[in-house]
């Protein structure tokens, strides 16, 4: 029984040293950390209140069309990007009218 099993590692182990890496990769886009995308001058960086309900956060990030690239970073910003700069300037407006929810917003 010992000696099968250690045939069947000796097995999966050769495989992921020989076969794994030289399988295919495809779709590529997945592959990218968010952290690394492109938030140009449609970004905001948004601080969510303690208490703010995950339901009242979700809402507001769909009502304003946002897109969270990145966070929480260690300090609990989240960076946003939205389509165009018309969209991000409502969107701040959004946030600073929404105390109860959103802490802190500001343009990286």
Known sequence: MLQAAAIAA?????????AVPNLPVT?????????????????????FADAAPLSAVTAI????????????TALGFFTLTFPDPAARDAAEAAFAAAPELVMTVTRP
């Open 10 to 18: 000796l097995a999966i182990g050769t495989w992921q040293l020989i």
């Open 27 to 47: 779709g590529g886009a997945y592959l990218e950390p968010a952290s690394d995308a492109a938030v140009g001058d449609v970004a905001l960086r948004v601080a």
């Open 61 to 72: 990030l769909t009502s304003t069309g946002a897109r969270v690239v990145d966070g929480p």
